[in-house]
């Protein structure tokens, strides 16, 4: 029934209706809240694994660079000290073995360090 002294009186059930209607808007948005921080917390995460991943296979590539280098260093020293073209030869094919040896270790460990990062940063927390 409508009160004639009060011509804005809501029914009770439209008052019912509205109040549900808040309160689904409000658990809705609390969802949609956690929802949100937990993706954060989780592009955050995968950020850090990311940039420790990064750490470790840019300290390996500079590892790898300084022995690289080192290899080349000794090899050019070993071919100024060589007595005739058969020693320099000889110099030279172990100096090539070595690095493909060298070389493909370092691949090897390279690839499995970069897998490793990739998976530590698609790894939920």
């Known amino acids: 029934m409508s009160d004639t002294n009060n011509p804005f009186t809501v029914p009770p059930e439209m008052r019912t209706f509205a109040e549900s209607s808040v309160d689904q808007a409000r658990k ?3 969802t949609f809240l956690t929802s949100a921080q937990s993706a954060a917390s989780a592009i955050d995460n995968q950020g850090s694994a990311a940039r420790a991943g990064a750490k470790e296979i840019g300290s390996k590539a500079i590892q790898y660079a300084e022995k690289n280098v080192a290899a080349s260093l ?3 020293q070993s071919l100024i000290k060589a007595r005739d073209v058969t020693e320099i030869m ?3 094919t172990e100096y090539v073995q070595n690095q493909m040896r060298s070389l493909a270790q370092q691949a090897s460990e390279m690839g ?11 790894r939920p927390k």
């Open 28 to 30: 809705a948005f609390e």
């Open 74 to 76: 000794e090899y050019a």
């Open 90 to 92: 000889r110099l030279h």
């Open 112 to 122: 499995q360090a970069m897998t490793k990062a990739a998976m530590d940063a698609n």
